[in-house]
């Protein structure tokens, strides 16, 4: 339940209240965009982590509550779900870190590479610019084609050892401190 807990406070309750406090500094200004991170895993069902997937899935929905109440002040609200970005948060509990998991992504989806933070930052850019201005109540999805289906990232998965990552490391940022900390 801890980790449960934990993991809802900092995916779903921080991006609440980001917005909560956000909202009416943008309204004073008179409009805005309002930019949260949800995940693929909040799209579609999976193997798990289940708390990360719910807390995704989540912050997928208040985006669009709050896209709705929030629209007729010129509040855009959207979010971008990456799929697997090649990151420490991932890679630190792969035996062979960046470059394995590098491998392994880029196989997972069409687009044959590993997805880079900097893919995310390019949409988040995008989001909060005027180019999205008539963009509101939507998740963004940056994932290289992951979601777009099809059976060869699923026999690469089924072939994946899936031991060789701890169950730990898996779970989402709210046990990355707990990784930190074992580590010490």
């Not at 798990?48 to 855009?76: F, M």
């Amino acid at each position: 339940m801890e980790n449960w807990d934990r993991t809802q406070a900092i995916l779903l309750r921080a991006v609440f209240l980001g917005m909560k406090h956000a909202i009416p500094a943008i309204r004073k200004a008179g409009g805005g965009s309002i930019i949260s991170t949800a995940s693929i895993a909040g799209l579609q069902g999976g193997a798990g982590p289940h708390s990360y997937s719910a807390a995704k899935a989540a912050v997928v929905n208040l985006t669009n509550s709050v896209a709705i109440e929030v629209g007729p002040d010129n509040i855009r609200v959207n979010c971008i779900c990456p799929g697997g970005i090649n990151t420490p948060l991932i890679f630190n509990n792969v035996p062979g870190g960046y470059e394995a998991v590098g491998q392994l992504l880029k196989r997972l989806q069409p687009i044959g590479r590993a997805g880079l933070p900097e893919d995310i930052a390019a949409m988040a850019l995008f989001l909060a610019s005027d180019e999205s201005q008539w963009i509101t109540g939507t998740a963004m999805v940056v994932d290289g084609g992951f979601t777009a289906g099809g059976t060869f990232f699923k026999d690469v998965a089924r072939n994946f050892d899936t031991q060789q990552i701890p169950p730990s490391g898996f779970a989402g940022p709210s046990f990355e401190q707990q990784q930190f900390e074992q580590k010490k």
